[in-house]
């Protein structure tokens, strides 16, 4: 489908930080606040994902998918795009719908909700 829609929410973290963090959240490992990114901060708690940030992304209208940025740059090459990142992926085509600099002034998750479903209502 050309036309297909797809959120693409892109951390500034390797897949095996993100490992790491799992296990953190499992009571495995120790990850420290300074390794973690803005992104990751918003939409995950010491237990795991927020919930508040589950039901969002299933009452979504658009699907989505959460990628390390080593996914990212394997799946989609070297772009010149910093990380953390909200994608648009239409099609083939991928556009910034939210930029780092946003992400990272961002504390509370029900204010960055706010923002991608504004941004999505747009799209």
Known sequence: MPDSKTLVFVSNLDSRVLQSLHDYSSGKAVVSEADLCALTRIIYSP????????????????????????????????????????????????????????????LDLHEFIRLVEERVSRV
């Open 47 to 106: 237990v795991g994902m927020k919930k508040e940030w589950k039901r969002f992304l299933k009452e979504c209208t658009i699907p989505s998918r959460s990628l390390s940025r080593d996914e990212f740059t394997k799946e989609f090459g070297h772009l010149a795009i910093t990380f953390p990142v909200v994608l648009l992926k239409k099609g083939t085509d991928l556009s910034v719908l939210i930029s780092t600099e946003e992400i990272n002034r961002f």
